[in-house]
């Protein structure tokens, strides 16, 4: 049985307070991305959400960093947060086709953030569902809990749409799958974007997706305000290391 994969990364690499933590003190922060590239083997690129991506841009990223190395990108908000899904037919394609232009055989997810006002009904759950390509890993994050239920988790299993799986304030943190591929956001809980995970919870995150039976599981820490994020990366990274084995069967290995 082929190895099930593992991708440990953060949803920022530029963070200050990683100086002397992670990036070696001499390093010039214009070679930070290169030196997180070699240490961590997936980034969330979180950019996209704010400025409209180019091909020309997303090349750039994708020519610096090794071959099995994987970018996750998130929609730009004009699409989910502005438009919210309603008449946006044109971005939604030309970003598709830049993401795959631009990343190509790194691109791994696509990442839609829906904003917390977006609460669930049946109309919204159907536009979600149709505004997506299938030929993508589409993966879908909700804000507002009313989304944590059967119907939407059944609509999305049946589209081959993926479930995103949150620590957030508030907000259900119980794993749940839709599709073979896991993708868990750690936002930073109680305080948003700063508060560290205790060693103890980033290694009972790892056992509980672990046990759920995905094949590829794309794991980001959002939690960059403070140093938290960097911390439990590599804490998640040197768990999995030391879980690994080799026949792999029923346990994520981190592919270095």
């Not at 109309?123 to 239920?149: G, I, Q, Y």
């Not at 956001?185 to 305080?191: D, I, L, T």
């Not at 974007?193 to 759920?212: D, I, M, R, W």
Request: one cysteine or more; glycine letters at 4%.
């Amino acid at each position: 049985m082929k190895r099930d994969k593992l991708y440990i990364g953060c949803s920022s690499y530029a963070t200050s307070s990683w100086k002397n933590l992670f990036y070696p003190n001499e390093l010039p922060k214009k070679k930070w991305f290169d030196y997180y590239s070699k240490h961590f083997n997936t980034y969330e690129f979180n950019g996209t959400f704010y400025r409209f991506p180019t091909v020309q841009n997303l090349l750039s990223w994708s020519g610096s960093v090794p071959d099995d190395f994987r970018f996750s990108v998130k929609v730009p908000k004009i699409i989910t947060h502005i438009k919210r899904l309603e008449g946006c037919k044109r971005e939604i394609e030309e970003f598709y086709l830049i993401s795959k232009e631009g990343f190509k055989d790194k691109l791994a997810c696509i990442l839609w953030q829906l904003p917390p006002s977006f609460s669930f009904n049946d109309d919204r759950l159907t536009s979600v569902v149709h505004a997506m390509d299938p030929n993508f890993k589409n993966v879908v994050e909700f804000r507002h809990e009313s989304w944590w239920c059967d119907d939407v988790i059944t609509k999305l299993s049946e589209n081959n749409v993926t479930f995103c799986n949150v620590n957030y304030p508030y907000l259900p943190t119980a794993i749940q799958q839709t599709t073979s591929i896991g993708y868990i956001r750690m936002h930073g809980n109680p305080q948003l974007f700063h508060s560290a995970y205790t060693e103890e919870e980033v290694e009972t995150l790892y056992h509980q997706v672990n046990q759920v039976g995905f094949k590829e599981v794309f794991i980001y820490f959002n939690n960059t305000a403070s140093t938290a994020a960097i911390i439990n990366a590599l804490q998640l990274k040197a768990i999995a290391s030391r879980s690994a084995y080799p026949s792999g069967r029923g346990r994520l290995v981190y592919i270095f």
